[in-house]
């Protein structure tokens, strides 16, 4: 016979939360499992897209934030594609260029056992071919997974603790393609901050990109505006991936952030051509990034937000409400016109070949472009201002 106890019963020992496990193609995205993890909850299903205006409205109105719902993915007509294709053509050697004079910055400072850790999704594709990098020239096999970061909510904190449990926070490396005003790069070290300051690990936020025209990170493969040719397009060029959802409606606190698997649009699907096109030219650069590289690393890197400045005098010059309708450099400017109601187009030079894609975006949309021959960046996208003084977006 069993005698029952007589003190207090000890309460049992929660069991820790199971942390939901990576995704990877092909059941999610184009790219191949080797290549990508994604850290992302699969929101296919879901009825996220919204018409451009309606969902503008609600944003700078404050009704919703940007990250709530997906806008409708622009799908080029053949014109644009056939642009595209030149342009990819045209610049493959430039980015293989930035591709490997960021890796060996990375490599040479942070070690060989870095762990990639790209910014969904604009930093996918580029986290990729660094790690080909990578592999050809060092032999290495770099872990790499693609995270969420949403401008005014941080990081995917879910994932940090996914990256945390498997590998030294410090060997992390965050990855994105390009920087304008540096909205995430200060987003990206607030929320590491945040993470620290509550007892989480130390993961660094040395920001990794190709192109830094805002000198808003210290690690990056030029500081030219130029132009990236997966900003051209949306998912097609990013594994058919959507931009990150972060909607409470749908993600739970133990749940990544999420994003949709455009998988009906595979037939339009230049992901992998992108890759190894540029891909292809690393043999033909690697020689001068070799070269380059020590002169690179003694090089003044500090970080001056200096974008930022030159954006802050287009608001008051355009009497515009917040910064965050100003987007500048290439990437962004072509996001405004690819995602938002563009309001214009800044463009230092009428004709730069790098702006051949905006110029017909622009007129496929009505949107002016207007030349400002001191502009600080290449190229500006102005939003239009829907909806009284919100900036948010």
Known sequence: MTTAPTGPVPLPVPLPVQLPAPLTGP?????????????LTDLSAADLEADAALRESAIQAGRAHYAESLPVEYQPDPAYQALFDRI?????????????AVTELVLAERGPDVVLASLARAGTPIGILMRRWAQRFHGLDLPHYAVSIVRARGIDEVALRYLATRHDA?????????????????????????VRAAGGPAF????????DPGHCVRTFGTRDDFLIASACLNSTVSGLVSRTVLNRDLIGPDDFHGARFYAEF?????SGVFLDAVADRFDGVVDQVRAEQPALAAADR??????????????????????????????EATRVLLRRVPWKILVREADHPDH????????????????????AYS?????????????EG
């Open 356 to 375: 051949q894609h905006l110029r017909l975006l622009a007129a496929d949309r009505g949107v002016p472009v207007e030349v400002v021959p001191d502009l």
């Open 266 to 270: 595979a037939d339009r699907d230049v």
């Open 204 to 211: 660094s936020d040395d920001l990794a990109v190709l192109a």
């Open 88 to 100: 990819l053509a045209d610049t493959a050697a430039r980015l293989a260029h930035a591709v490997g």
């Open 27 to 39: 059941a999610f995205g184009s790219y191949r499992p080797d290549e990508v993890a994604w850290l």
């Open 302 to 331: 500090a970080v001056t937000f200096a974008g930022w400045a030159a954006v802050e005098r287009i608001r008051q010059q355009y009497g515009i409400a917040s910064v965050n309708f100003v987007k500048p450099g290439v990437g």
């Open 170 to 194: 410090a060997s992390v490396v965050f990855v994105d393609g390009w920087t304008g005003k540096g909205a995430i790069a200060r987003e990206l070290s607030e929320a590491l901050a945040g």
């Open 379 to 391: 190229c500006v996208g102005l939003v239009r201002q829907v909806h009284g003084e919100s900036g």
